[in-house]
């Protein structure tokens, strides 16, 4: 597990870095992807809303509805469905990769199971919107997701009649069924809606809202794409036929060829298994938690700066317990608390200047006291000399600021760069440890304690509380966001901080990158405008191309072109287990009036065993228990063969009686299969047995001799 973390992470790094020179580190994609899957969940939304304002909701009006949309509205109806499908589709693709890279990141331990966890159930609404959404259009594409689903749902052998029966020939196709989905399909994404509300509860400030251009340029790549590639509907549906070759969505639907190769209960299992698997993941191997963060009452005063800077929630303000006189106490909840440190940086007493008594902040990590980190600043300066000395605040996720150490360069690493409080940097400046600091943190929004990078930038830009003091020349604290990987980067940040304090002190800084009092930032060499644009544009062709693409390439063949299906199905109840007695007169006499039935019947049936030939040859042969609690229901039937096309004959018997041999019902036909047609051999008791296709087909057929 660890190899396959560490593997997928490296890829993963090597992306993003590459994404990163092209978007820019606000911009990247892939450190966008929650935010991203937001967007297009407001898409589908919308676009959805839209669609559903023209869709007639017949079985019959539905196919000619959304292709009337798709024609004659092209400009905006149609533009509204393509965009419905193509950012559901995306919707895929970006949950998917978000998911794996939380995994490769090591997202997912400790409390941040919580998001982990919930994001399963996400997946499956997932997956039911879109399935639930192909089956409203009523074409071929959703007559074979009508059938394979039922057919895949009857395999979990809960339901008394297999509900694929809804759909097996024209006859039988009722609207029931299509109601039913029209309902899921619309409290499906509701349930989805909350289940992604649910999702983010356990981070504080979490991000839902992409960065305006990627917005843009995301919404733009979609609309583009729908209009080069408009969606349009397959065939109009006709359960009398079975369709050769679909247009699959392979994003949503890319499991359902499995069902012909393995028994729908099979894959029921795999993908269960695999979700509880999924589900166990962040437990595996057990995750060793350091030590929390502790409050010290005595040195707290309430402010509430850890409980508005804690990125997971894991400080509450409470009534004050140890009488002081401040309203307010911070209390960390041990379960939530992933030990960044962060709240740390933000407590106004973790200050190196403070003398009297021994220095203890209200809040502290008790393996990483601020006592203990004002000494390693103090022995870091000691370690150091030159005309230009640094000392580098480093991360444990940074671009391995270890590296850096030298007779200039001290390197203290913290759990997050965002646990040093601003007044370690003052210390470090105004008492000449060093000739300046720099700030190295793992890859710019993107930090791996989640806003460790943002409230660093929002403190020395006198943004938020606690700030760095005005006194501070910004000049002289440079900060440096590199993932891990991109130790050239960081090694380069260091080299110009180090230039540029060399001009400080001859007079001759190089200019700062950004207005007003933001740290210094090493105006690293980076594509220009130019090639920047054309690769976003080209990031943007690849990845709607792909979404194009896969919405419905390659075609996937379901019956070979000179076949035709034959599917056996019926329901029927086999004969009481003992025949039912009628009662004699002086039972009735004895029973009140409105009890009397005329015949007293046990509970329990026969199983109902069946065989079908086909010219000959058997092709089924099965018994069929009776459904219900008390094994008195009917006994349901449901089998599909593909067949070749042309002249067979069909031998079918029944036998429903409990009897060893010889059967109750017996029928053969003579039957010409049409390619691609969809032939029904059903059972109809009171209709005298075994009937074949249609009533015109089977009027048609000759009986065999
Ligand atoms: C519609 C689907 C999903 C959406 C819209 C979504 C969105 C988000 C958002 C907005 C965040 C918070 C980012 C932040 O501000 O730090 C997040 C975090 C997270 N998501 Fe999802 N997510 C989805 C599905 C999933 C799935 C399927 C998984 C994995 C099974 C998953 C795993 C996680 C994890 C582990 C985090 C926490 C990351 C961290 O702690 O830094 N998400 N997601
Ligand atoms: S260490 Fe981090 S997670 Fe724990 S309370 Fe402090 S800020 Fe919150
Ligand atoms: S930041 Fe420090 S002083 Fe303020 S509430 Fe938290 S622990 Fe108390």
Redesign the pocket.
């Given at each position: 597990m660890g190899a396959l973390k560490k593997g997928l992470r490296a890829v993963f790094l090597r992306i993003e870095a590459a994404l990163e020179s092209v978007f820019g580190a606000r911009h990247n994609p892939l450190t966008q992807l929650?935010?991203l899957?937001?967007f297009l969940?407001w898409i589908v939304t919308v676009s959805g809303i839209y669609v559903y304002i023209f869709f007639d909701t017949g079985v019959t009006q539905a196919w000619e509805s959304l292709d009337r949309l798709s024609r004659e509205q092209w400009y905006l109806g149609g533009l509204m469905r393509s965009l419905h499908r193509y950012a559901s589709d995306a919707?895929v693709v970006v949950?998917l990769v978000?998911?794996l890279r939380?995994f490769a990141m090591d997202?997912?331990r400790g409390n941040?199971w919580f998001?982990?966890v919930t994001?399963?159930p996400?997946?499956w609404f997932?997956y039911a919107c879109g399935i639930t959404g192909y089956w409203l259009v009523w074409d071929q594409l959703a007559q074979y997701v009508a059938v394979a689903t039922t057919e895949w749902l009857d395999s979990i052998g809960i339901f008394a009649e297999p509900i694929a029966r809804n759909f097996l020939d024209s006859e039988r196709l009722s609207g029931r069924f299509f109601t039913l989905i029209i309902y899921m399909h619309i409290a499906l994404p509701l349930m989805m809606l909350l289940a992604?509300w649910i999702?983010?509860q356990r981070?504080a400030h979490?991000?839902?809202n992409p960065p305006r251009a990627l917005a843009v340029g995301t919404l733009g790549a979609l609309i583009a794409l729908s209009f080069v590639w408009p969606a349009m509907s397959q065939a109009p549906a006709d359960l009398d036929r079975a369709p050769f070759s679909l247009g699959l969505d392979w994003f949503y639907l890319a499991v359902y060829p499995l069902l012909e190769r393995m028994d729908g209960s099979t894959l029921w299992l795999l993908l269960v298994g695999g979700s509880v698997l999924?589900t166990l993941l962040p437990w595996l191997p057990p995750f060793r938690k350091p030590p929390v963060a502790r409050v010290d009452l005595g040195n707290c005063n309430g402010c509430t700066r850890c409980f508005a800077d804690c990125p997971f929630g894991a400080i509450n303000m409470m009534k004050r317990t140890d009488g002081l006189a401040f309203e307010q106490e911070a209390r960390v909840d041990p379960d939530l608390c992933m030990s960044c440190g962060i709240c740390v940086g933000a407590c106004p007493t973790a200050t190196p200047f403070r003398r009297v008594g021994d220095l203890s902040a209200g809040i502290e990590l008790p393996d990483r006291s601020v006592a203990h980190l004002r000494d390693e600043v103090v022995a870091a300066s000691a370690a150091i000399s030159g005309d230009a000395r640094v000392i580098v605040f480093g991360c444990h996720h940074d671009a391995d600021s270890t590296g850096l150490v030298d007779t200039g360069t001290a390197v203290i690493r913290l759990p997050c760069v965002g646990m040093l409080p601003p007044s370690f940097v003052d210390f470090v400046l105004s008492r000449r440890h060093a000739d300046g600091v720099l700030l190295s943190g793992c890859s710019g929004h993107d930090c791996f304690e989640?806003l460790g990078d943002q409230w660093t930038e929002q403190r020395i830009a006198n943004e938020r509380d606690p700030n760095l003091r005005a006194r501070v020349s910004r000049d002289r604290v440079a900060v440096a966001w590199n993932n891990p990987i991109r130790q050239d980067a960081l090694r380069e940040a260091l080299a110009q901080f180090r230039a540029h304090l060399h001009g400080l002190a001859a007079g001759n800084p190089t200019p700062q990158s950004a207005p007003g009092p933001a740290a210094w930032r090493a105006p690293l060499r980076g594509l220009p405008a130019p090639a920047r644009y054309t690769g976003q544009a080209l990031v943007y062709a690849l990845v709607v191309g792909f979404v194009g693409f896969f919405a419905t390439q390659p075609a996937y063949t379901y019956l070979a072109d000179d076949h035709a299906l034959l599917k056996l199905s019926f329901s029927h109840a086999g004969q009481p287990l003992k025949p039912c007695r009628r009662y004699t007169h002086e039972e009735l006499t004895n029973t009140r009036f409105s009890e009397r039935s005329a015949t007293s019947c046990e509970r329990g049936r026969w199983p109902v065993y069946v065989e079908l030939d086909l010219d000959g040859e058997p092709v089924y042969r099965a018994t069929h228990e009776p459904a219900g609690l008390w094994n008195d229901g009917p006994s349901a039937v449901y089998a599909r063969f593909e067949v070749p096309a042309g002249r067979h004959r069909l031998d079918a018997r029944l036998r429903d009686n409990g009897a060893d041999q010889g059967f109750t019902f017996t029928a053969s036909r003579i039957v010409e299969l049409q390619p691609g047609q969809n032939f029904v051999v059903d059972f109809r008791a009171v209709e005298g047995g075994f009937t074949f296709g249609l009533p015109a087909q089977d009027a048609a057929g000759q009986e065999a001799p």
């Open positions: 929650g935010t899957g937001w969940f919707l949950v978000h998911a939380e997202r997912m941040r998001p982990w994001g399963i996400l997946l997932l992604m999702h983010i981070h979490a991000r839902v999924l989640r």
